[in-house]
C-alpha cells in the first residue's frame, strides 16, 4: 500500500430532513469508509469521523491509501491432462482459456502445476493492480450515496436545464481531499473540489477553502459558524441548556426528551439557546398538554422547576446570534402564545361536558370493519373488566372496574384529544377528576393503556389493572378471532405488545389469575371465533413469555422445563425458574432428568392412559418395593414443600430418588409378561412422574 494520508469527503446540500440527520450521517461515513477497506484502501485501524449538520453529510477517514497495494491472482484453468498433450504442446481449449485471459502461446511455459483434487492442474498466475484512490472513492461514494436510508427522494434538475437528479434534497456541492489534495471525483452533477460553503446567515465570507482534510472541522467553525459535528454540536446544546436553567434558578431543569434533542440538533448549524416565557395563566391548563405543544408544535424546551412541574419559563435553541436577542425572545413568545391559547381553549370545552355524557357518542366511532364500533367495543372491556376485577378483589373492584371502563375511551371524543392523540387516557384522568369521579377511577382511565412500552410503568392500582387487562385481553381476543394474527415481523396492531403488557401484569403483580382462565373468558365475548382460537392464543402467550424470561436470563432450556408444564399462575414463573436452577446443580440432577425422560417414553409408548395407582401386593422385585417405599416416604414432604409454594426445597427433596430409582432400572422389567404386574409397575412410574413434575417438567434438563 503506498503512503497513507487522511481523506475528508463532504456533500454539501440543502436542508435535509430533520429526523433522519442523525442516521444519514452515519451511514454516509460507515459505508464510505467499508468500501474503502473492501477496495484495499483503508485498513482495519483507520479511524473514522462522521459529520452531520442541517446542510451538510461529510466523513473524515485516517490513513487512506493513494493507491491500493497490487493483488496476486490464480485462477485454475483446466485439468493438465485436459490442457496440454502428450508431448506438453497447449491443446487448442487451453490456447483459447488463455486468449480469454488476454495472454497467448507464450504464457503456457509459466503457467504452474498444482494438485487439485485428485487430478493435476494447470493455474494461470498473475498480478491485479490496486485501484487507485480517484477510482476506488469514486466507487465508494456511489455506494455510500445509494446506501442512505433516506426517507424520501427529491427529483430536481442540474443548472443545464435538462438533467434529472434523484436525492433527498438538492445537492450544491462536494468536496473530496486526500491530504491536501483533491480528489477528481463526480457525483450528483456536481464535481469534486475544496471549497464549501457555511452558516446561511452568520459565516464571515459566504464560501470557505479547506486547505486540507484535518482543517475541515476547524474551518467550518471559525470561518463558517458551523458546527459540523452532529455529537459536537448535541454536546453543545445541552451545555447551553443546562447553563440557560441554571440562570432562571429556583432548581429550574430542561424536560429530558432525547429524540427532541436530537431533532433540535438537526436544525441548527449554530446554536444559540435563549430563555422565554409564557403569561402564568396558562398553567392552569394540564402540564401535559403545554408540554407537549410546545415540544411537538415549536421544538420547544419547557422548564421544570425543583417538583418537576411545570414553569412559565421555556428555551428555544436559536439558529443565530444577533447581539441583542429580544426580537428573537418576543417572535417565540409571539408564536406560542396562540398554541397556549388554543390548549386553553380545548380544555376549558371539554369540561364543560362530562366523560360519561360522551360514552354514547363512541357507537358512532367504528373500531373495526368486523369488530363494530368503539361503544361495542367498550361494552365488552367493560363485561371483562367486571369478571376480572372480581377475581383480583370482590365485588367492590368489579363495580370500580366496570365503571372505569365504560368511561376509559370517552376522552377521544374530546377536543384536546382529537388535537393531540398521544393524550388520550392522560386527559381522560383530568376530565374524570373534574367530573369528581373517585382517584382510583380517574387513574385507571389514564392507565389502562399501561404498559405502553418496554419499561413502561404498570397501572397504579387494582383498578387500573383489571381494565389494562381487560382492554388488551379484549383486542387479543378480538383480533385473534377474526384472523388478523401477527405475521414475521409484520404486527400492525401491536398485538405483541399487548401480550408482554398482560404477562408483566400478571408476573410482576403475582396476581391470582390463571392464563387459560383469562383467554377463556376474554374469547366468550366473541362467539364467531374459531374453536381452535384460545388455543391459539395460548401458544402466541408462551411464545411472549419464553422470550421475556430468556431475556431475564434464563437459559432456553430452563425456561422450556418450566413452560412445557403450562403453569397457569405466571407469578409463580419466576420461582419455579429458581427451583429448576437450583436442582439442575444437584449432582443427581443429570441422572433424574434422564430417569425422567425415560419414563415419559415408557408411559408414552404405554397401551391407553396409564392410571397412577399401585398396588403393594404386585410388588415383586425388591428394586421396586424399595422404590415405592422411597417415594411414600419423600413425595408427601415434596409435596408439602410444593403447596407451601417452596419449589427449590420441594425438588431438593425429590433428589432423594436416584439411588431408588437407578436401581428400579437395573433390576426391574417394567414390560412384564404378566399383565398385572405390568399394569402395576406402569403405576408406580406414573406416580413417580407425576410427583416429580409438579414444578417443571425435569426430563427437558435432560443432555
Not at 378483589?393 to 393531540?420: C, N, P, R, S
Not at 383469562?518 to 365475548?525: V, Y
Not at 422385585?621 to 414443600?641: G, I
Amino acid at each position: 500500500m503506498s503512503d497513507t494520508k487522511n481523506l475528508l469527503v463532504e456533500l454539501f446540500v440543502e436542508e435535509l430532513p430533520p429526523k433522519a440527520l442523525k442516521k444519514l450521517g452515519q451511514s454516509f461515513g460507515t459505508t464510505l469508509l467499508e468500501q474503502l477497506r473492501a477496495l484495499g484502501l483503508a485498513t482495519a485501524a483507520s479511524g473514522l469521523t462522521t459529520y452531520a449538520s442541517p446542510r451538510r453529510l461529510a466523513a473524515h477517514v485516517s490513513a487512506v491509501a493513494a493507491k491500493a497495494a497490487d493483488t496476486a491472482v490464480s485462477q485454475k484453468l483446466m485439468p493438465v491432462s485436459v490442457g496440454l498433450t502428450a508431448d506438453g504442446q497447449p491443446t487448442p481449449a487451453l490456447l483459447k482459456k488463455l486468449q480469454a485471459l488476454g495472454a497467448d502461446a507464450s504464457a503456457v511455459a509459466g503457467l504452474k502445476r498444482a494438485m487439485d483434487g485428485k487430478a493435476e492442474a494447470l493455474f494461470h498466475e498473475s498480478t491485479a493492480a490496486g485501484a487507485t484512490l480517484a477510482e476506488g472513492l469514486q466507487k465508494a461514494l456511489a455506494e455510500a450515496l445509494a446506501r442512505l436510508p433516506i426517507p424520501k427522494v427529491m427529483t430536481y434538475q442540474l443548472a443545464d436545464g435538462w438533467t434529472d437528479v434523484k436525492f433527498v434534497r438538492p445537492a450544491h456541492g462536494l468536496v473530496a481531499l486526500h491530504g491536501s489534495e483533491v480528489v477528481p471525483l463526480e457525483a450528483l452533477g456536481l464535481r469534486a473540489g475544496r471549497t464549501t460553503q457555511g452558516h446561511r446567515f452568520e459565516a464571515a465570507q459566504p464560501t470557505a477553502t479547506i486547505p486540507d482534510a484535518d482543517a475541515y472541522a476547524e474551518v467550518l467553525a471559525r470561518e463558517g459558524a458551523v458546527i459540523a459535528g452532529f455529537e459536537d454540536r448535541r454536546a453543545e446544546i445541552v451545555r447551553q441548556l443546562q447553563a440557560a436553567a441554571a440562570q432562571v434558578g429556583q432548581g429550574a431543569r430542561p424536560i429530558e426528551d432525547e429524540a427532541l434533542l436530537d431533532e433540535v440538533t438537526a436544525l441548527v448549524e449554530r446554536p444559540n439557546v435563549l430563555v422565554c416565557q409564557f403569561e402564568p395563566q396558562f398553567l392552569e391548563v394540564p402540564q401535559e398538554c403545554l408540554i407537549l405543544t410546545m415540544k411537538a408544535n415549536q421544538k420547544y424546551f419547557p422548564l421544570l422547576d425543583a417538583q418537576g412541574r411545570l414553569t412559565n419559563r421555556f428555551l428555544v435553541v436559536s439558529n443565530i446570534r444577533p447581539q441583542d436577542p429580544s426580537a428573537v425572545v418576543g417572535g417565540n413568545e409571539r408564536v406560542v402564545r396562540p398554541r397556549l391559547a388554543d390548549a386553553k381553549f380545548f380544555f376549558d370545552q371539554d369540561r364543560k361536558r362530562t366523560l360519561a355524557s360522551r360514552v354514547p357518542g363512541l357507537a358512532k366511532v367504528v373500531y373495526h370493519n368486523k369488530l363494530g364500533t368503539q361503544g361495542e367495543r367498550v361494552e365488552r372491556v367493560r363485561q371483562l373488566a367486571q369478571v376480572v376485577g372480581a377475581q383480583i378483589g370482590g365485588d367492590a373492584l368489579a363495580h370500580q372496574a366496570a365503571e372505569a371502563a365504560q368511561l376509559a375511551k370517552a376522552d377521544l371524543l374530546t377536543d384536546m384529544v382529537g388535537e393531540f392523540p398521544e393524550l388520550q387516557g392522560t386527559m381522560g384522568r383530568y376530565y374524570a377528576q373534574a367530573d369528581g369521579l373517585p382517584q382510583a377511577i380517574a387513574d385507571a382511565v389514564e392507565d389502562h393503556y399501561k404498559p405502553r412500552f418496554a419499561g413502561d410503568a404498570l397501572p397504579r392500582g387494582d383498578v387500573g389493572l383489571a381494565v389494562a387487562l381487560a382492554d388488551k385481553l379484549e383486542t387479543l381476543a378480538g383480533l385473534f378471532s377474526i384472523g388478523q394474527l401477527p405475521t414475521g415481523d409484520k404486527d400492525p396492531f401491536a398485538l405483541r405488545r399487548h401480550a408482554l403488557g398482560v404477562l408483566r401484569m400478571l408476573v410482576e403483580r403475582d396476581l391470582p389469575l390463571g392464563l387459560d382462565q383469562l383467554i377463556a373468558q376474554a374469547m366468550a365475548l366473541f362467539p364467531q371465533a374459531d374453536a381452535k382460537t384460545p388455543a391459539l392464543l395460548a401458544e402466541f402467550f408462551m411464545d411472549r413469555l419464553a422470550g421475556l424470561l430468556r431475556e431475564q436470563g434464563a437459559t432456553a432450556q430452563e425456561v422450556d422445563a418450566v413452560l412445557a408444564l403450562r403453569p397457569q399462575r405466571l407469578g409463580d414463573v419466576a420461582k419455579r425458574l429458581q427451583a429448576v436452577r437450583a436442582f439442575a446443580a444437584l449432582p443427581e440432577a443429570p441422572a433424574l432428568a434422564a430417569a425422567n425422560k425415560r419414563i415419559g417414553n415408557i408411559l408414552k409408548k404405554a397401551d391407553g392412559a396409564v392410571d397412577p395407582h399401585v398396588s403393594e401386593v404386585l410388588l415383586r422385585e425388591p428394586a421396586e418395593q424399595a422404590l415405592y417405599a422411597a417415594m411414600r416416604q419423600v413425595a408427601p414432604e415434596a409435596a408439602a414443600q410444593f403447596d407451601a409454594g417452596d419449589y427449590t426445597a420441594s425438588l431438593r427433596t425429590l433428589a432423594a430418588l436416584r439411588t431408588p430409582v437407578d436401581a428400579f432400572f437395573d433390576g426391574v422389567m417394567v414390560n412384564a409378561e404378566q399383565l398385572d404386574l405390568r399394569l402395576n409397575r406402569l403405576g408406580l412410574l406414573a406416580t413417580l412422574h407425576q410427583a416429580m413434575n409438579r414444578v417443571a417438567d425435569l426430563s427437558r434438563l435432560a443432555q
